[in-house]
């Protein structure tokens, strides 16, 4: 058998090709919890907080060789070529992270309870 044909054997497989869609759905599905996080969850904390701008939040740690600090945004901070810490990037990670990962966990928990109420198929 050639490489080739066993390659097509190996890809038609339904299990590859469920595995295929469900990266495609993951991956679509991140880019939503991101826009929620980022569009919809954020602005309101940063308002409750204070009127901070999570996308801006940073830390300067070495000011940059072309525009001395303080920077206004954090783009202004990496055109000059400053050194940062961008703690509100990295919260903003972790509250989609967090959000990711529930659902992951409340799919899993639902597909093991359908999987335990079914009866086992007779082979």
């Known amino acids: ?3 080739m044909s066993e390659f097509k ?6 299990n590859v090709l469920d ?3 469900g ?8 880019k939503i919890v991101n ?3 980022n569009d919809v969850i954020m ?13 801006n939040l940073f830390i300067t740690l070495k000011e940059g060789a072309t525009v001395p600090a303080p920077y ?18 990295f919260v903003t990670s972790v509250i989609s992270f967090m959000i990711i990962a ?6 899993v928990k639902s597909f093991n309870k359908i999987r335990q109420t079914q009866p086992p198929v007779a082979k």
């Open 72 to 89: 206004a945004t954090l783009v202004d901070a990496q055109k000059a070529g400053a050194v940062t810490i961008n703690v509100g990037l």
């Open 35 to 37: 826009s929620l996080v």
């Open 19 to 21: 595995l295929a869609v």
């Open 9 to 14: 054997e190996f890809a038609m497989k339904g």
């Open 43 to 55: 602005p309101p904390i940063g308002l409750i907080i204070g009127g901070i701008d999570f996308k």
């Open 102 to 107: 529930f659902a992951v966990f409340l799919l």
């Open 1 to 3: 058998m050639s490489i």
């Open 23 to 30: 990266l495609i759905i993951g991956a679509e599905f991140g």
